[in-house]
């Protein structure tokens, strides 16, 4: 196109130069470029400010297949961009898992903090994101004890980003993510059959938390979703 620009629209864009951002002090506001059609919440914009997911639902522009939000991690702001008719997603060659298998089901006892522990969690960033965590999850896998710190998604569901010893093989290298219903009577079901693959097991654009130190377990969980394409 001859000119710089911060963010590109994929091959799918045909039109060259999209719009411009204005971004000053955290606050950023959309100028869509003159005969491009741009829309969000189903309206035609030219001109839009841009909210960011960091309080919850995002200002979603969408172009033709495409759409385009902000995002802030830590201090730092981005645009998140999907197409649905990119590349990678007609190519997309589905999700594996491991057969079922009612032994990788265990109940684990949260041994609670008297009141949420703020816990530093590595991303695929290089940063951290800050979370709050309710306490230690002890269970027995096959007569051995061990433990996961979790992290409260807010209504009580345990989030466990955790790697184990299959991930040298068989599952996403980097680590899964688990998710547990609220614990009654200070217990919690794992089902391992459920733990799946994070968003940066298929893509290099996401911001995926990483499994922190705690949570590396020295055991081959062979249940849940495979690595990608394996």
């Known amino acids: 196109m001859g000119e710089s620009f911060d963010v590109r629209l994929t091959d799918n864009f045909k039109q060259g130069k999209f719009g411009?951002?204005?971004?000053?002090?955290?606050?950023?506001s959309l100028k869509v470029?003159?005969?491009?059609?741009?829309?969000?919440?189903?309206?035609?914009?030219?001109?839009?400010?841009?909210?960011?997911d960091e309080k919850g639902k995002p200002t979603e522009i969408r172009t033709g297949s495409q759409t385009f939000y902000l995002i802030k991690r830590e201090d730092r702001f981005g645009i998140r961009l999907k197409d649905s008719n990119s590349e990678a997603r007609r190519n997309f060659k589905g999700r594996h898992w491991f057969p079922?298998?009612?032994?990788?089901k265990v109940t684990a006892r949260l041994?609670?903090?008297?009141e949420p522990k703020e816990v530093t969690v590595p991303n695929v960033l290089g940063g951290h994101f800050k979370m709050k965590s309710p306490g230690i999850l002890k269970f027995t896998?096959?007569?051995?004890?061990?433990?996961?710190?979790?992290?409260?998604?807010?209504?009580?569901?345990?989030?466990?980003i955790f790697r184990d010893k299959s991930s040298l093989s068989e599952t996403?290298?980097?680590?899964?993510?688990?998710y547990a219903d609220k614990p009654v009577n200070g217990e919690a079901v794992l089902d391992f059959n459920k733990a799946e693959?994070?968003?940066?097991?298929?893509?290099?654009?996401?911001?995926?938390?990483?499994?922190?130190?705690?949570?590396n377990l020295e055991?081959?969980?062979?249940?849940?979703?495979?690595?990608?394409?394996h």
């Open 33 to 52: 470029a003159s005969g491009v059609d741009a829309q969000s919440d189903g309206k035609s914009i030219s001109t839009i400010d841009l909210v960011s």
């Open 100 to 104: 079922i298998d009612e032994s990788y």
């Open 141 to 160: 896998f096959k007569g051995k004890e061990y433990s996961l710190q979790p992290v409260d998604e807010g209504d009580g569901t345990l989030f466990i």
């Open 219 to 229: 055991v081959e969980i062979k249940a849940g979703e495979k690595r990608y394409d």
């Open 20 to 28: 411009e951002i204005d971004f000053k002090n955290g606050a950023a």
């Open 197 to 215: 693959n994070p968003p940066c097991a298929f893509t290099p654009f996401a911001t995926c938390p990483l499994p922190p130190p705690q949570n």
């Open 111 to 114: 041994e609670a903090f008297p």
């Open 172 to 178: 996403y290298t980097s680590g899964r993510f688990l």
